[in-house]
């Protein structure tokens, strides 16, 4: 990125936010061509100390899709995930039913690695491990990481100033990566449009009396989503997604009786299911930005959007941001652009956006008329879900899309990384 005025900012990209999505993003732009010359900063406000290799998974796990595999390779962080004993439970099939249907029977839909030729649908992976691996992989290539909080941005027309724990830094673009709560969003001045589902997710891991068979079944219940996702050390972690009364008497509930629940929503596929952690839950809401960029700041990830999670796609989605965003800074670098130039960012925008409000409309109308399928359209979109079921080439679509390999793909998803 040019430079070599006097007055030249401190660093050429400041990402503020250290989760997945940011980290992968800094790695991706300090391990790109022209990284080693590319000042790039990280600031989160906090950031997790290094994670032992037997560290036990936290309950948010993540579904990686193969797109995401590859980025994660170009960001240097998917060998170090391999690298970790029991960290990747892959998944190999995925099985869906309806909540009048039988796990097995004729109206289920079953997607199978095997039938596109792909060895695994992606891996099952807690969250923390990703981030770390991710900020490792940042600094290793040179980035600079600072656990700092963000107070607020001032904007001139050369650069953007950070304010954080009572310090100045100067950079030519910085980066909201912060999530659903972004401040730097707030501080662009860029607006947000939310819709609460008035649902939570209740997540935990446990023990069942079958094996998962390394596979992701996935329940639509008539009052929400039961997925149970296949771990390495063969227990299963399960997202329920259910209204939010609902949700806080799972919570309440003896773990006798909310195990005695648990199994009876999941149509008993995988036996009797016993509690292998402790519980929590998060509110479900969906969360777009109408403009992901200004002059000088560009949005990625939660900070851009939220995703209902019955699909298991909002991390792949951030993802995908952080690598489409870094390949649009490493062409304008390459031409010799400012990188915080509005025309600069408008290319992502464009690239991006479609493509997650396509996806976020999708999932919100599998939740409407699957998940709380009642109605006679929700009979009508069970019913296609079980003709689905039944071709070959339409399953095979779906796979396809479940790995993450449709739509227009940046460069690092295109490819397997090292």
Known sequence: MSGGAPDRPDFDVAIVGGGPVGAVLGALLKRGQGGARRRVL?????????????????????????????????????????????????????????????????????????????????????????????????????????????SALEFDAGSVS???????????????????????????????????????????????ERPHEHTAWQRFLGEGTLALLPLADGTSSLVWSAPRARAEALLAASPEDFEAEVTAASGGVLGALRLASGRAAFPLRRVRAPHYARERCVLVG???????????????LGLMDAAALAEVLEDASAEGEDPGALRVLRRYERWRKGENETMG???????????????????????????????????????????????????AARRAGA
């Open 42 to 150: 990280l600031i989160e406000r906090q950031l997790p100390a290094t994670a032992p290799a037997a560290a036990p998974d936290d309950l948010r796990v993540v579904a990686l899709s193969r797109a995401s595999e590859r980025v994660l390779g170009a960001a240097g962080a998917w060998a170090a995930l391999r690298a970790v004993p029991g960290a990747l439970g892959r998944y190999e099939r995925m099985h869906v039913w309806p909540a009048d249907g039988e796990p097995r029977g004729p109206g289920s839909l079953r997607f199978d690695a095997a039938e596109i030729g792909e060895p695994d649908l992606g891996h099952i992976v807690g969250n923390a491990r990703v981030q770390r691996a991710a900020l490792d992989a940042f600094i290793e290539a040179g980035g600079v990481a600072e656990a700092a909080t963000l």
């Open 162 to 208: 950070l304010l954080a724990d009572g310090r100045r830094r100067r950079a030519s673009l910085v980066v909201g990566a912060d999530g659903g709560r972004s401040l730097v969003r707030r501080a662009a001045g860029l607006e947000l449009e939310t819709q609460d589902y008035q649902q939570a997710g209740v997540v935990a891991n446990l023990h069942s």
């Open 302 to 316: 939660d900070a851009a959007h939220i995703v209902h999670p019955l699909a298991g796609q909002g991390l792949n």
């Open 361 to 411: 409309r999708a999932f919100d109308l599998l939740n409407r008329f699957l998940a709380f399928g009642t109605d006679p359209v929700g009979q009508l979109a069970t019913r296609g879900m079980g003709l689905v079921g039944r071709s070959a080439p339409l399953r095979g679509f779906f796979a396809g899309r479940a790995l993450g390999l449709g739509g227009e793909l940046p460069r």
